[in-house]
């Protein structure tokens, strides 16, 4: 069975050696290449025909959330394993959009890094404990397809047009013009 090429990416030397040393002790891992931001792991990821690209969230010019977008574009075959300091959920959902495979902190166990990395080449998606609790939260919290919110149900009908034609995008005037109102109104 062939390694598992990745790429690391993070602005700070000393993190990508860390890293790199973690993953040179694991035979079935080849560290193929090394970027400082989004952009040059794209680059990396597609000259060195990546399977997963560690990226940090937070780098200069380039950062991990945009990176994510930017290396799935030059090598859509990658999977993108987000590994920050950065707990915050903004961080998180960014990265999901962006099409991340997982989210991992920096405080994981290697043995742990090294199984991600496996889990996600696999098509896994991979969450820290944490970040998944926060996501089964928000998922939950949402209320379910086809029911009204509460604001929404103490509208007359009258209002409930108007929401209706705010929500087509009609201006105040064409508004007032469908439902014979004045615009002030």
């Given at each position: 069975?062939?390694?598992?090429?990745?790429?690391?990416?993070?602005?700070?030397?000393?993190?990508?050696?860390?890293?790199?040393?973690?993953?040179?002790?694991?035979?079935?891992?080849?560290?193929?290449?090394?970027?400082?931001?989004g952009?040059?792991?794209?680059?990396v990821?597609?000259?060195?025909?990546?399977d997963?690209?560690?990226?940090?969230?937070?780098?200069?010019?380039?950062?991990?959330?945009?990176?994510?977008?930017?290396?799935?574009?030059?090598?859509p075959e990658?999977?993108?394993?987000?590994?920050?300091?950065?707990?915050?959920?903004?961080?998180?959902?960014?990265?999901?959009?962006?099409?991340?495979?997982?989210?991992l902190?920096?405080?994981?166990?290697?043995?742990?890094l090294v199984?991600?990395?496996h889990?996600?080449?696999?098509?896994?998606?991979?969450?820290?404990?944490t970040?998944?609790?926060?996501?089964?939260?928000?998922?939950?919290?949402?209320p379910?397809?086809?029911?009204?919110?509460?604001?929404?149900?103490?509208?007359?009908?009258?209002?409930?047009?108007?929401?209706?034609?705010?929500?087509?995008?009609?201006s105040?005037?064409?508004?007032?013009?469908?439902?014979?109102?004045?615009?002030?109104?």
């Amino acid at each position: 069975m062939s390694s598992i090429r990745v790429v690391i990416a993070d602005d700070q030397d000393l993190i990508r050696g860390g890293l790199r040393a973690i993953l040179d002790a694991d035979e079935s891992v080849t560290v193929v290449g090394e970027a400082a931001n989004g952009r040059e792991a794209a680059r990396v990821a597609r000259e060195e025909r990546a399977d997963v690209v560690l990226m940090d969230v937070q780098m200069p010019g380039s950062d991990g959330i945009e990176g994510v977008s930017t290396v799935l574009l030059a090598r859509p075959e990658a999977r993108v394993l987000m590994l920050t300091m950065f707990d915050l959920d903004e961080y998180v959902f960014g990265a999901l959009r962006a099409g991340a495979s997982g989210f991992l902190l920096k405080t994981t166990p290697p043995e742990q890094l090294v199984a991600a990395i496996h889990a996600v080449h696999s098509g896994d998606l991979l969450f820290a404990p944490t970040v998944t609790r926060r996501l089964v939260e928000a998922y939950v919290r949402r209320p379910p397809v086809g029911t009204v919110p509460e604001i929404v149900s103490s509208l007359t009908d009258r209002e409930l047009e108007v929401l209706r034609a705010m929500a087509k995008g009609l201006s105040n005037a064409e508004i007032g013009r469908e439902l014979f109102l004045g615009e002030a109104t």
